[in-house]
């Protein structure tokens, strides 16, 4: 079974360009999870999808950070303009949406470095 | 809202020591428990799980956890670590119904040769 993709594995970038991700799931999984996880934390949640739907973006800064999911299948989560403080690993993961079992299963994450 | 707290930042440990991780949570409703590992340079990977059932999970590498409902607590356990374990580990909640995933801060352990 494959795994969650996701690309570009590494970006570099300068503070005020903007910047793309995308993630593709685990086949048959609905929900889809984006984290950003800076140096020394914890991942924190940013968005959640369900299917198309959007169930939780309250972390997700929206001035700045904008995800889709128009299929409900992959993910693009974009920043635009990018700061400084958004270089971190941005980490994508998938799970199935009925029954109890909420196992996430995650990608490599897309480092990205804001110069 | 939902919240997790691992008590310990960094954690160091000799070989053939045995560990233990804690983790607490709070919400009142149904959770998942998660137990992941980061290894160095490499991508998260699900250590073990709890959704229902025996409250005493044990997981992959020798690592098992308990659930005690009473104390919202899920602590990872492992009787005897390898330089190997060296990596970060992280407690995971997720909300049964809505799915919503919260993640601790993680705990740095290191094990001495």
Redesign the interface.
Known sequence: EAGVAQSPRYKIIEKRQSVAFWCNPISGHA?L?W?QQILG?????LI?F?NNGV??DSQLPKDRFSAERLKGVDSTLKIQPAKLEDSAVY?C?S?L?SG??????????TRLLVL | AQSVSQHNHHVILSEAASLELGCNYSYGGTVNLFWYVQYPGQHLQLLLKYFSGDPLVKGIKGFEAEFIKSKFSFNLRKPSVQWSDTAEYFCVIIVTNAGKSTFGDGTTLTVKP
């Open positions: 929900t999870y984290y934390q914890g991942p924190k949640l959640q369900q169930v939780d980490l993961a799970s949406s109890r079992d909420r196992t996430q299963y995650f990608g490599p994450g």
